[in-house]
Structure formats: C-alpha cells, structure tokens
C-alpha cells in the first residue's frame, strides 16, 4: 500500500497538503512549517502504546489515578530497520486543528477550509487508523510482509499531477 502527501502551499504558519491512498484523495494534511518532514521515501508502523484513561464522570478533561489503557497509533519511521518501542518523541499522524502545538515532525489530518486551519481531523484520524489496520490485516492472513509506503513531494502548487489519480490511470 502506497500513501502519497502532497506538500501545496508553503506558509509562515503551516505546510498544507493533500493525502492520496491509492489513486483516490482521502483528505488534507497540515505540518508545522519549521519542523515539517522533508520530501522523501518513508515506512508506517502501528504501535501500541499505554496512555493515561480518561475517566467517565461528568468532570472535564480528570483522569482515572493509575489506570491506562493500551492504544494503537500509526508511526512514521524515519530509519527504515528501528521499530521503536513507544511514540513519544516520534513523527505520527495524529488529530488535531492547527500546527502550532505539534512536535517532533508530525502531521495532521482533516478537512481543510483555511490556510492552516482542519477541520473533522478526529473522524479522518480515526478513519486512517481503521484503513491501516485493515491492511496489517488483510497482509497477515495472507502472509505477507506488511509494507506501507509513505511518500512525501514538494509540489508548491495547488493541483496535484493527474498520473497520481485513480480516474486518469
């Protein structure tokens, strides 16, 4: 499976672009101008991960004291041979509305209406997740290595070339 992100515009506040999943525009990306990744050939990965639970009283943003739970998040390995073992500090697809709070190279999905400004980035990270761990799957059951491909082009324009299209292949 090969995921192409299309760097558009490039601002003072935000790198813009758009995600196509095979042939198809799943949705837009947004990155942090100063720590965005470079143009390249990249590998994902999921990896569980223990975060802290949220609990399910009334009172806003309390965690539950010592429980966690273990979550799945996709990973962007910047070498392809180390799978590292948690994802703090790693580059990561992740939900989110403007780039300014992100670190460590990591990028965000939704709907874009602005300049950096996505919107729906919950139900877009959510819908990425199920789409690769189906993949994970759909390779497991049929022993093969799970490879998913990141590329990343610098285009600087706002149309994306028709060969990447499913409708013009």
């Known amino acids: 499976m090969n995921i192409n992100i299309f760097c558009r515009r490039f601002t003072p506040w935000s790198v813009d672009g758009t995600m196509v999943i095979g042939g198809k525009i799943f949705c837009d990306t947004l990155e942090r101008p ?66 300014l709070r992100l670190r460590n190279k990591s990028i965000i999905l939704g709907k874009s209406h602005y300049t950096g400004i996505v919107t729906q980035s919950e139900k877009c990270y959510n819908e990425f997740c199920q789409l690769l761990d ?4 759909r390779m497991k059951k049929k022993h093969l290595p799970c490879r998913i491909n990141l590329f990343i082009r610098n285009l600087g324009v706002d149309e994306i070339p028709f060969n990447y299209l499913l409708i013009f292949q």
């Open 34 to 99: 100063n720590r965005h990744l470079p143009a390249g050939r990249y590998k994902i990965s999921l990896i569980p991960t223990k975060q802290k639970k949220v609990s399910e009283t009334k009172k806003k943003n309390k965690y539950e004291r010592g429980k966690y739970e273990i979550v799945i998040k996709p990973v962007i390995l910047l070498r392809s041979h180390y799978v590292p073992r948690t994802v703090r500090r790693r580059a990561r697809f992740v939900p989110g509305n403007g780039p």
């Open 134 to 137: 189906e993949e994970f799957k």
